[in-house]
């Protein structure tokens, strides 16, 4: 018991890490990625041509600050999010393999342990995401008036309950209970069986790579989950 309770604590404590270092390399295109998901639909004093032009333009009108525009949320919900969902995922497998030693990925496990921490998670992501979202489509670009702009995400936050009720803060969790559970029971499908697969086939002189073929794999199917909701949500949380 012990042992397993000191596993745990690792896992939670490595997913906030995690979450936090997401967020510090990772927003700023998750700004541009907003912003032209959003941008484009509506009129706006420039549209925007690709991720290239977007970016320079943010930083051109509104510098680096631009591109973490919204991140205080962002660091709050992933940090959160990312020890959540590392320690549920962990401890979930280990409790749905009952004592087996883990050897080739079994879908009975990998999928609802996944489905199961995406599904928690998507209730402390629905609110952040949503602030971060509404901060982040505010810009020198942005036809919003001033006097209707955030001055910060905790106005944000505060705005929104007043107007829109815990239900308005809570808009769109929905799509992010879909995205988060359908994307990371595929995210971890794939990630688990090729990481498996392509370890047994490396020679034990080649281990120096093994990190380098995880990380490979993780870009690829965190890629390609979850994307085509993610633009869903995106326009529902910002435009209603």
Known sequence: MGEISSSGYKDYVAGLLAGVAAVATGHPFDTVKVKLQTHNTEAHLVQYRNGLHCTARILKTEGIKGLYRGATSSFAGMALE????FGIYSQTKKYLQGGMQSGAPRPQ?????????GAINSFVLGPTELIKCRMQIQGTDSLVPMSSRYSSPLDCALKTLQSEGVKGIFRGSGTTLLRESIG??????????MRYHMHSRIKPASSNYNNLIEIGIGVVTGG???VAVSILRTKHVVYN
């Open 82 to 85: 990312g020890s959540l969902f």
């Open 109 to 117: 496990v990998i999928i609802p342990s996944a489905a199961f921490a």
């Open 184 to 193: 990371n029971a595929t995210f971890f499908s794939v990630y688990e069986y």
């Open 224 to 226: 390609v989950s979850g």
